[in-house]
């Protein structure tokens, strides 16, 4: 009897310093939302048409590595808003907007300098994010045709971000920085005839602010 309840003990304090290691918070990122559209067809020109202000916000969890306080696992579950802006000019010209809304699981890595100040360390994330649409709709523009019928139910873009962690006490962190995320697959994916060999991919470059408890 004595050694279950050493087992159970030992399972308990292993579980304890596991959540010990665990990171939780929340962040909000405004950024721009822009895309690169790519088209090999001889009388068919599409461009970017604009950018648009969007906004990502949801839960971070940071997961530290071989219990190291400077590099940590970190992933969440962030809903992000994107705008696709696209200019044709064909037998007509049409210029079109779609709001699109993402679920993003990231599976990065962040990375913490040593104290560059009292309090004040210096991180650098980077690493795939995995979205997942939720909605799409047609925006701005002819409504009579869509120039991309339908986008991808999921999307891989690589993530960038780096800024300063302030610590305010044992365990409450605020933080802020620069964010770059590069889409890495063709988004469209159907669209009108003459766009069949069409690439759209999403470009967003923004702020972030959070906090972790």
Same mark, same amino acid.
């Given at each position: 009897?004595?050694?279950?309840y050493i087992f159970i003990l030992t399972i308990l304090l292993g579980a304890t310093s596991a959540m010990s290691q665990i990171q939780m918070g929340f962040k909000v990122s405004p950024y721009w939302s822009? $895309?690169?559209?790519?088209?090999? #067809?001889g009388d068919v020109n599409v461009e970017n048409d604009g950018n648009g202000l969007r906004l990502t916000f949801g839960p971070v969890v940071d997961l530290s590595i071989d219990n190291n306080e400077n590099y940590y696992f970190s992933t969440g579950?962030?809903?992000?808003?994107?705008?696709?802006g696209i200019s044709y000019s064909g037998s007509e010209r049409i210029t079109q907007s779609y709001n699109l809304q993402y679920l993003s699981i990231p599976a990065t890595m962040k990375l913490y300098t040593q104290e560059v100040m009292l309090d004040k360390r210096i991180f650098f994330q980077f690493g795939p994010t995995?979205?997942?649409?939720v909605s799409e709709k047609l925006k701005d523009g002819n409504r009579s045709?869509?120039?991309i019928d339908d986008f991808r139910f999921i999307d891989v873009s690589l993530y960038f971000s780096a800024?300063?962690?302030?610590?305010l006490g044992s365990t409450t962190r605020i933080y802020g920085g620069l964010t770059y995320s590069r889409g890495? #697959? $063709?988004?469209?994916? $159907?669209t009108i005839s003459d766009l069949n060999e069409m690439t759209y991919k999403n470009d967003l470059f923004g702020i972030e602010l959070g906090v972790m408890f």
């Open positions: 009897m004595r050694k279950k822009s $895309n690169r559209v790519d088209v090999e #067809v579950l962030w809903l992000s808003s994107r705008r696709a995995f979205d997942f649409k045709i869509r120039l800024g300063l962690d302030w610590h890495l #697959v $063709n988004a469209a994916k $159907n």
